[in-house]
């Protein structure tokens, strides 16, 4: 048997046993989710350092603090989301218990992503621990420094509820094998394709966070100053290794230099004149990514930046103008700090280009108009939408986060997270009583019955605590007149 097999059955027979299902046990290995991040925080900023060429402010801001906010937020929040949930009743079921009951999936494999190798890996495992599954969590091999001090969970969380499985592709292909309650993959749609077609084999429900192009529009009306500003930091984070970076500007030709010029000024105040040797500005992950992304410059005109120095994996931070459709580096996402500007002709055009397209993982959209954002929002299809700002999104945890199409399924964060690992079970519990409500569903099927059925089915009402005994009365007032004048 493979260690891959046995951490899964292990995990599953544990389970079973109902050990995860005190909501106790869960808020307090949540907390011991939170004591690896304080005491492990030297390593893990050791290991980002070494993967990423991450700073330790870099680490913290990007890393630690949104995963603190959501350990935070589920601790505190964790009794009302597994709470029984009240839902509307119709005239049928007024005097009954309706519910939705909040339970367990089961066993959950997480695979994460090498780009925020603790954030987007660890997120998912809040969730999955909230939620009171079992969870075997797969680092991706790429930042294996990072995945090396995954390993320490084991110190800190029940490690046959929630093992950590690391390796390379191999490994990966052998959990796979296995049978999951639900499988949560962060990475790219190639292999999405394969964790979906995997998990269909056991009828297995994924929740895939993808990517893709990610479209920045510039309306040439809005301040262009502040845009390019925060589309620089957007777009040069984790040296634009992040799923939701701006891919590609859409602007119109008569603003494409001042765009140029702006962006410019923003890298020179950002990362200096020398970006190479400065400490916040990262590294490609590996000699395989830097040969692709210097690949897709080849036939682009480079307008700020195209340096690079393959033995440290550096590119610097670079725009590219006059990009076509047809240019390599709009054929896949860039995931990287090359910045291409497309030129249209206004919003429409625009629209048209973004809709020719997969739907991205986030769209953004720069402008002074309501109108234009607007039109924005109800012509097009992503993710997210954000208006005249950039990844911020990713930092609220009211707000779903998440793909459409090739973009990716399924959503978490906060309480998404909680639902997205859930299994919603309906509940209704009548009582042996009031029977004579019930002679209008059971035959003869006669056209009186018919009529009274729909008053009763169709019927939506809110129920409050003051009017709910006088509703129910009035209720089985109602059915006995109905049932001794119609239905005997």
Known sequence: ?????????????VFLTGRSKPLQYRIQQLKNLSRFITEREKDITDALRKDLYKSENSTQLYEILGLVGEINLAVSKLAEWAAPRPVSKNLLTISDEVFIHPEPLGVVLIIGAWNYPIAVTLQPLVGAIAAGNAAITKPSEVSSHTAEVMELLRHYLDPEMYPVVTGGVPETQELLKQRFDHIFYTGNSTVGKLVMEAAARHLTPVTLELGGKSPCYIDKNCDIRIACRRITWGKYVNCGQTCIAPDYILCEPSIQDKVIDEIQKCIKEFYTNDPKSFADYGRIINQRHFKRLIALIEDSTVAIGGDSDEAECYIAPTVL?????????MQEEIFGPILPIVTINGIKEAIQFINEREKPLALYVFSS????????????SSGALLANDCLVHYTISDLPFGGVGNSGTGRYHGK?????????????IKKLNMEMVNQMRYPPHTAEKLRWARVFLLKQ????????????????????????????
């Not at 260690?3 to 027979?13: D, F, N, S, T």
């Not at 108009?369 to 097009?380: L, P």
């Not at 639902?419 to 209704?428: E, I, V």
């Not at 809110?462 to 059915?479: E, I, P, T």
Request: hydrophobic share 45%.
């Open 369 to 380: 108009s309501n109108k234009v954002i607007k039109q924005m929002i109800s012509d097009t």
């Open 461 to 488: 009402i809110n129920l409050s605590k003051w009017r709910q005994m006088a509703q129910v009365a009035m209720v089985a007032a109602l059915a006995a007149f109905v049932v001794q004048r119609f239905l005997r």
């Open 321 to 329: 103008k006059d990009v076509t459709s047809q240019s390599k580096v």
């Open 416 to 428: 998404y997270s909680f639902d997205q690992l859930s299994h919603l079970r309906s509940c209704l």
């Open 1 to 13: 048997m493979s260690r891959e097999q046995l951490a899964v059955q292990q995990a599953r027979k």
